[in-house]
């Protein structure tokens, strides 16, 4: 592969080429990164180069000698080829055209694999006869050989619009026609010449529409100018119409064909009198052919049909409404879906009509919100009768929240208006249902549920949520948008996947459109301008290398969070955090069991998910949580007590589920509650009049206890606090809190030394300077934080000593030189110095001169209380309630 695209120029002796031995398969990479079992390789049935070999045996023994002694032996014994008569080994299973190959042939076409040619005994661009199993209909339909477009044996490709017209309905799942063989091989076959033929269109929101009147008359007309067309009654036609101003986009318009007039044809001795082939040909059983300079055409009335699909495989969703007597029921399919905005709704809703054949018809409620509720209810109701017009008809109604702005009751206990119209349009459908016998289905879609009054939810008969996709859902989704890219070998699809939680289908999109960006910024880089333009580099093609996708990732996190305050995988590691061993084992033990071995917890075994980090402040209980999320590949949610706090009733309750809600989307999550004693104290010791906190610590409660039950999935909480006596006892029993880890200050030189190591590992420091006897000036009631502080001040006081020193080069340089006007810190900087003459090193002098001017911030007596209440909470037998938060504050005041 050549870099940074996929094509460019060899040199004689600069390029080296690499030939590799051919491969018989080509790996399969799963989600966790291994091959698939055997069991589950895919077997290539077939090569592009397989050996078929055509001579005169295979003329004899397929082309003549089958379909002529066949037809010859019926006639000769009496009893004529019927047509819907199939023959062993000429049944094939039949898949749908994913593009248009010739749109003039395409409605008539079916494509083979060459050595199936004998098994019909045809050659290519013979006509045959097809039929389905499950049906008599039967048509014409010419056969071509095409290896590359059919990739198995028995198995043949067509249109959609052909596979329906041959079972003259919407296909089954698995669909199988028969192939026929005809006497007339690749003759043009005797049908009969319409006289006039007579389309309706199919019921649809462009064909019903007077704006597109003309596009849908002129698409009709370019179809049918200058060609042969066969046709057979009940056939549908698909046609495309142009784009217009207001619509860029092309649209599908169907019609079918409800009658035609022809004479029947007179024996002429081309094909074998006496056989129903012959005989259902010449009558236009088999189709009549469409000459625009003799058949009169005739457009009248609407029909209601389904539509094929040709786009997507057969979905089985709200298919209940073409059951038996589903009429009868007298009950409306009304969905309402839920899910975060970019998941999917709309366009699965559009693959569901798609699927059953039904026309799809979209509205979107900021739209049809006028000056009044009135106006409102008229443009909702117009949109509901063009629906029922164009049935059978999926109606999505998308973003239901919008009905907030118009559901204030005028009265006490009265329902708006608008909501009163939409039960009633509901509702409405079932008596149109009835008349026209194909159905409305109704789809309602939010991205915010809550904020949907409850009037309006009550029209929906069923609700789907659609959850945040999982990683292997987004395995699956990169995997199908990543399919005609070029991908770099450095690129790993399941790392992908476990590194873009949270993200929905729309946010991987924009996660491929700003890869390929970045991959084709690269490229721009590293070619030259003058030579190769942007056109040049589009078209040579480009690889998207993992440093794309890093960049993407980058800028994604950023946007996502930005938006919608999701969490994010910090970037703190192991080497960030000095000491903590012991504790960092623990905490590692809670939460890396349940995600490398799953399998221990299917049993109704519960996980220990809730960790709660106390101790002095300033002695890295953040840090710490920070860390273990990074080296487990976990998001890091951070909470703040304030955060959760609304002056609405309920509105902080609601915060704290939508907490836990953002966590399970995006997990493995951890949520980190900072000063957890803010957020969940004792209750029943608060004055507050509304028991605000009190509900916050309920809410809190229920939301610990689905984790524990392992409803939250991968998703794990860590509290902090430096009061753990002032938490409510609830929080401390087994579910949830249960696990209690002290973060005390380090009492030997040798942890104070990993800690300052830790601080300093990407400073410049002196050759002469030794840490280890800064550490044992260090008293050992100093905080990592203190620490830090440390670090920070003998780095700020080797800057100011750098800055003196550059001054007195100044001062000597423009004493020397005679200039107009004198050099500035700025203009020696940027142009005279070199990278030795701003490095900043620091000294022992530094950090003992940081060392006088620093305070620690717990005394002494403060830590002696901190390690009683250490000891009084690591008693396994004593009951943290027995802990009175007013002694310990009382005892703390006095010693200090």
């Keep these: 592969m050549t870099e940074p695209v996929l094509q460019g120029y060899a040199s004689r002796t600069e390029t080296t080429f690499v030939i590799l031995p051919p491969t018989e398969r080509t790996p399969i990479v799963t989600i966790n990164g291994t091959e698939p079992s055997p069991s589950y390789v895919p077997v290539q049935e077939d090569s592009e180069d397989e050996d078929l070999e055509i001579h005169e045996d295979f003329l004899s023994n397929t082309l003549f000698s089958r379909p002529i002694d066949a037809v010859l032996h019926a006639v000769s014994n009496g009893s004529a080829d019927s047509l819907s008569s199939h023959a062993p080994g000429n049944e094939f299973a039949?898949?749908?055209?994913?593009?248009?190959?010739?749109?003039?042939?395409?409605d008539c076409t079916v494509y083979i694999r060459t050595a199936d040619?004998?098994?019909?005994?045809?050659?290519?661009?013979?006509?045959?006869?097809?039929?389905?199993?499950?049906?008599?209909?039967?048509?014409?339909?010419?056969?071509?050989?095409?290896?590359?477009?059919?990739?198995k044996h028995g198995h043949i490709v067509c249109s959609p619009i052909l596979l329906r017209n041959v079972f003259s309905d919407i296909s089954p799942s698995s669909p199988r026609i028969h192939l026929q063989a005809t006497p007339g091989g690749r003759l043009q076959p005797l049908i009969p010449v319409a006289k006039s033929i007579t389309i309706a269109r199919i019921a649809s929101r462009v064909s019903i529409s007077r704006v597109y009147q003309q596009q849908v008359l002129h698409a009709l007309k370019r179809y049918f100018d200058g060609t042969k067309r066969l046709v057979k009654r009940g056939d549908l036609l698909a046609l495309?119409?142009?784009?217009?101003?207001?619509?860029?986009?092309?649209?599908?318009?169907?019609?079918?064909?409800?009658?035609?007039?022809?004479?029947?044809?007179?024996?002429?001795?081309?094909?074998?009198?006496?056989?129903?082939?012959?005989?259902?040909?010449?009558?236009?059983?088999?189709?009549?052919?469409?000459?625009?300079?003799?058949?009169?055409?005739?457009?009248?009335?609407?029909?209601?049909?389904?539509?094929?699909?040709?786009?997507?495989?057969?979905?089985?969703?709200?298919?209940?409404?073409?059951?038996?007597?589903?009429?009868?029921?007298?009950?409306?399919?009304?969905?309402?879906?839920?899910?975060?905005?970019?998941?999917?709704?709309?366009?699965?809703?559009?693959?569901?009509?798609?699927?059953?054949?039904?026309?799809?018809?979209?509205?979107?409620?900021?739209?049809?919100?006028?000056?009044?509720?009135?106006?409102?209810?008229?443009?909702?109701?117009?949109?509901?009768?063009?629906?029922?017009?164009?049935?059978?008809?999926?109606?999505?109604?998308?973003?239901?929240?919008?009905?907030?702005?118009?559901?204030?009751?005028?009265?006490?206990?009265?329902?708006?208006?608008?909501?009163s119209a939409l039960k009633e349009l509901i509702n409405d459908l079932y008596g149109a249902w009835r008349?026209?016998?194909?159905?409305?289905?109704?789809?309602?879609?939010?991205?915010?549920?809550?904020?949907?009054?409850?009037?309006?939810?009550?029209?929906?008969?069923?609700?789907?949520?659609?959850?945040?996709?999982?990683?292997?859902?987004?395995?699956?989704?990169?995997?199908?948008?990543?399919?005609?890219?070029?991908?770099?070998?450095?690129?790993?699809?399941?790392?992908?996947?476990?590194?873009?939680?949270a993200l929905v289908a729309a946010d991987l999109q924009d996660l491929l459109i700003r890869a390929r960006t970045a991959a084709f910024a690269r490229a721009q880089i590293s070619t030259r301008a003058d030579i190769h333009s942007e056109i040049d580099l589009f078209c040579a093609g480009i690889s998207l290398a993992a440093a794309d996708f890093d960049v993407a990732l980058g800028e994604a996190r950023s946007s996502h969070s930005q938006n919608i305050g999701a969490p994010t995988i910090p970037n703190v590691s192991w080497d960030d955090v000095g000491g903590l061993a012991q504790v960092k084992s623990e905490i590692l033990d809670t939460i890396q069991l349940p995600l490398e071995h799953p399998e221990l917890f299917g049993q109704d075994l519960k996980k220990r998910s809730g960790i709660l980090l106390y101790g002095p402040p300033g002695t890295g209980k953040t840090l710490l949580a920070k860390a273990v999320a990074t080296s487990c590949s976990l998001n890091f949610f951070s909470v703040k007590g304030p955060e959760l706090l609304n002056m609405y009733i309920g509105e902080s309750e609601a915060n704290v589920r939508r907490v836990f809600q953002r966590a399970r989307n995006a997990r493995p999550c951890v949520i980190f509650?900072?000063?957890?004693?803010?957020?969940?104290?004792?209750?029943?010791?608060?004055?507050?009049?509304?028991?605000?906190?009190?509900?916050?610590?309920?809410?809190?409660?229920?939301?610990?206890?689905?984790?524990?039950?392992?409803?939250?999935?991968?998703?794990?909480?860590?509290?902090?606090?430096?009061?753990?006596?002032?938490?409510?006892?609830?929080?401390?029993?087994?579910?949830?809190?249960?696990?209690?880890?002290?973060?005390?200050?380090?009492?030997?030189?040798?942890?104070?030394?990993?800690?300052?190591?830790?601080?300093?590992?990407?400073?410049?420091?002196?050759?002469?300077?030794?840490?280890?006897?800064?550490?044992?000036?260090?008293?050992?009631?100093?905080?990592?934080?203190?620490?830090?502080?440390?670090?920070?001040?003998?780095?700020?006081?080797?800057?100011?000593?750098?800055?003196?020193?550059?001054d007195r080069i100044l001062v000597d340089l423009n004493a020397v030189h005679t200039r107009r006007f004198p050099i500035t810190p700025q203009y020696y900087l940027a142009e005279m110095a070199s990278p030795a003459d701003i490095e900043v090193t620091v000294s022992q002098e530094d950090f003992d001169a940081a060392l006088r001017e620093l305070t620690p911030s717990v005394s002494q007596s403060e830590m002696d209380h901190y390690a009683t209440i250490q000891q009084r909470f690591s008693q396994p037998d004593s009951d943290v309630n027995v802990l009175d938060a007013k002694d310990i504050d009382q005892e703390i005041t006095l010693s200090a």
């Excluded at 050989?145 to 059919?150: P, R, W």
């Excluded at 904020?451 to 996709?469: D, G, I, Q």
């Excluded at 450095?490 to 790392?495: K, L, N, T």
């Excluded at 696990?739 to 050759?767: C, H």
């Design 673 to 806: 509650f900072d000063e957890l004693d803010s957020v969940a104290p004792k209750r029943g010791n608060h004055g507050d009049s509304g028991g605000v906190m009190d509900r916050i610590v309920s809410q809190l409660l229920a939301e610990l206890d689905g984790v524990a039950a392992g409803e939250g999935g991968d998703v794990f909480v860590i509290g902090a606090t430096n009061r753990p006596d002032l938490l409510d006892p609830a929080l401390l029993r087994p579910g949830r809190f249960d696990r209690m880890l002290y973060l005390g200050i380090s009492d030997t030189n040798e942890a104070q030394l990993k800690i300052i190591q830790a601080l300093t590992r990407k400073f410049r420091l002196d050759p002469e300077l030794d840490l280890r006897a800064i550490v044992e000036k260090c008293p050992f009631n100093f905080t990592g934080a203190d620490f830090y502080a440390l670090c920070s001040d003998a780095l700020l006081k080797a800057m100011s000593r750098k800055a003196e020193g550059i």
């Design 435 to 501: 008349l026209s016998g194909y159905p409305v289905i109704v789809f309602g879609t939010t991205s915010e549920s809550t904020r949907v009054p409850a009037s309006v939810l009550s029209c929906f008969k069923h609700e789907v949520t659609f959850e945040v996709p999982g990683e292997m859902e987004r395995f699956d989704l990169l995997q199908s948008l990543l399919s005609s890219s070029h991908l770099a070998p450095d690129v790993s699809i399941p790392s992908l996947a476990r590194q873009t939680a």
């Design 94 to 106: 039949a898949e749908q055209l994913s593009n248009i190959i010739d749109p003039t042939s395409d």
């Design 117 to 151: 040619l004998s098994k019909v005994g045809i050659l290519d661009g013979d006509w045959a006869i097809a039929s389905s199993a499950s049906s008599s209909f039967s048509r014409l339909v010419r056969v071509r050989a095409d290896d590359k477009l059919v990739m």
């Design 240 to 419: 495309q119409s142009r784009p217009t101003p207001t619509n860029s986009s092309h649209q599908a318009v169907f019609f079918v064909v409800t009658n035609i007039d022809h004479d029947t044809l007179a024996d002429n001795g081309n094909d074998l009198p006496g056989s129903n082939i012959h005989k259902g040909s010449v009558v236009g059983e088999l189709g009549c052919w469409v000459d625009p300079l003799v058949t009169r055409m005739i457009q009248s009335g609407v029909e209601h049909l389904r539509v094929p699909n040709a786009f997507h495989q057969m979905l089985a969703l709200a298919s209940v409404a073409f059951t038996s007597q589903a009429s009868t029921y007298d009950l409306p399919i009304s969905i309402l879906l839920k899910g975060a905005r970019g998941i999917g709704k709309f366009t699965t809703s559009s693959w569901v009509a798609q699927s059953l054949g039904m026309h799809l018809f979209e509205v979107n409620c900021y739209e049809i919100f006028g000056e009044s509720d009135t106006k409102t209810e008229g443009i909702l109701r117009a949109r509901f009768e063009q629906a029922i017009s164009c049935s059978p008809c999926v109606l999505v109604i998308r973003h239901m929240d919008a009905f907030v702005q118009s559901t204030q009751p005028i009265e006490p206990g009265k329902e708006p208006g608008v909501v």
